[in-house]
C-alpha cells in the first residue's frame, strides 16, 4: 500500500515520512511496520502495524495541488453550522481533527474564524479552547497544503483567501 520515502499525512501527527517499513518485536509480538517521522518533529518515530486497519487507515496520501484547489473550492460553498453549545462544539471538532478528514478540517478552521471575526467586532475574544483546536487544526492543513504548494505555512492562509475570491 505505500513505500518507503512516501510523505503521507497521519492522524494528528501531521506530515510525515514512511522511513521504514520493517518486523519489529514488541512484548514478544513480531510484527510488519511502517515507521513514520513527523516532518514537523524529525526526533519523534511512530511504529504502525501494517495489519492494524484501525491504525493504517489514519495514514492518507497527500492530496495533490489540483485536489487542494477543489477542496478549497468545495469548503467555501458548504454553510457554516456553528455549534452553541461548548462541550458538544469541542468534542465535534476534536473527532473531526483525529478524522483526518480534510475538508472538515478546513470546514472547521473557517467556522472558527469566522466567529473569531465576530467576537472581535463584538470587542470580545475567542473561548481558549476554540482558539486551540483552532492553531492544531491550521498546523494539521496547512503543514500539507505548503508542502504540497511549495510555499510557507504561513502563506496558506492568503492562498485560500485568493483561491475563494
Not at 516532518?39 to 493504517?56: A, D, G, Y
Not at 489514519?58 to 473550492?73: A, F, N, V
Request: hydrophobic share 35%; charged share 25%.
Amino acid at each position: 500500500m505505500f513505500s518507503i520515502n512516501d510523505t503521507v499525512l497521519y492522524g494528528a501527527n501531521g506530515v510525515c515520512r514512511i522511513t521504514d517499513i520493517c518486523q519489529k518485536e514488541f512484548s514478544g509480538v513480531i510484527k510488519d511496520y511502517y515507521i513514520l517521522t513527523p516532518l514537523s518533529n524529525e526526533t519523534m518515530t511512530i511504529f504502525v502495524p501494517v495489519n492494524n486497519k484501525l491504525l493504517t487507515n489514519r495514514i492518507k496520501r497527500i492530496l495533490s495541488k489540483g485536489e487542494i484547489c477543489d477542496l478549497i473550492t468545495t469548503a467555501s460553498s458548504k454553510p457554516i453550522n456553528w455549534i452553541i453549545d461548548d462541550n458538544e462544539r469541542k468534542e465535534h471538532y476534536r473527532t473531526i481533527l483525529s478524522s483526518g478528514n480534510r475538508l472538515e478540517i478546513l470546514n472547521m478552521i473557517r467556522e472558527l474564524y469566522i466567529h473569531k471575526q465576530e467576537q472581535l467586532k463584538n470587542g470580545k475574544k475567542m473561548h481558549l479552547s476554540d482558539e486551540q483546536l483552532m492553531k492544531e487544526a491550521e498546523r494539521l492543513l496547512y503543514s500539507e497544503f505548503s508542502l504540497v504548494l511549495n510555499i510557507r505555512a504561513d502563506e496558506v492562509p492568503k492562498f485560500i483567501s485568493s483561491r475563494i475570491n
